[in-house]
T-cell receptor, first 111, second 114 residues
């Protein structure tokens, strides 16, 4: 089956610094990817998505990069704030089939 | 507008008992998903409802798990004869026909089986 994994289970950054969270996926046919943020005690919250026909997509303070050659996805958060502390995980999807989710990276922002 | 809601937020039950978990999706959303999130694990797909189509039950781990969606809106996930390994957070998500790939999640129900 497919696997979606995150390189680092935890990440600590200083407030104001940029954060980079990485994700590897194994299904080369996956054509849609989502990053979610999950705060303690809450359900996952959609952050940003990207389709396989793109390499980069920017949102507000967040950028997602997709490298299909090495099947790698990253989430960049600019000027990280304490409110960004959460677990971030990626999800992949192939042509409308079910999503596969990674286990998550816990981001801690140090004031 | 209101997001996805789930009830109860926490459920503690004894091994062998049946439980029902409820999900109220965003109004007008045609698709509804159930996932399970165990401690330190990623989301595990359980079941998917889309409009009036037959649900995709391929993720249900055993025949003790079942779900229904009445009137194309509210969904109930039922776990019969609960086991300790059923302890997890059960998450519901919904999406619209216009943006079928963007799932909005509820806060989850934390199930603890003693």
């Amino acid at each position: 089956g497919e696997s979606v994994g995150l390189h680092l289970p935890t990440l600590s950054v200083q407030e104001g610094d940029n954060s980079i969270i990485n994700c590897a996926y194994s299904n080369s046919a996956s054509d849609y990817f989502i990053w979610y943020k999950q705060e303690s005690g809450k359900g996952p919250q959609f952050i940003i998505d990207i389709r396989s026909n793109m390499d980069k997509r920017q949102g507000q303070r967040v950028t997602v990069l997709l490298n299909k050659t090495v099947k790698h996805l990253s989430l960049q958060i600019a000027a990280t704030q304490p409110g960004d502390s959460a677990v971030y995980f990626c999800a992949e999807n192939e042509a409308g089939n079910q999503f596969y989710f990674g286990t998550g990276t816990s981001l801690t922002v140090i004031p | 507008g209101a997001g996805v809601s789930q009830s109860p937020s926490n459920k503690v039950t004894e091994k062998g008992k049946d439980v029902e978990l409820r999900c109220d999706p965003i109004s007008g959303h045609t698709a509804l998903y159930w996932y399970r999130q165990s401690l330190g694990q990623g989301l595990e797909f359980l079941i998917y409802f889309q409009g009036n189509s037959a649900p995709d039950k391929s993720g249900l781990p055993s025949d003790r798990f079942s779900a229904e969606r009445t009137g194309g809106s509210v969904s109930t996930l039922t776990i019969q004869r609960t086991q300790q390994e059923d302890s997890a957070v059960y998450l519901c998500a919904s999406s619209s026909a216009r943006l079928p790939d963007t799932q909005y999640f509820g806060p989850g129900t934390r199930l603890t089986v003693l």
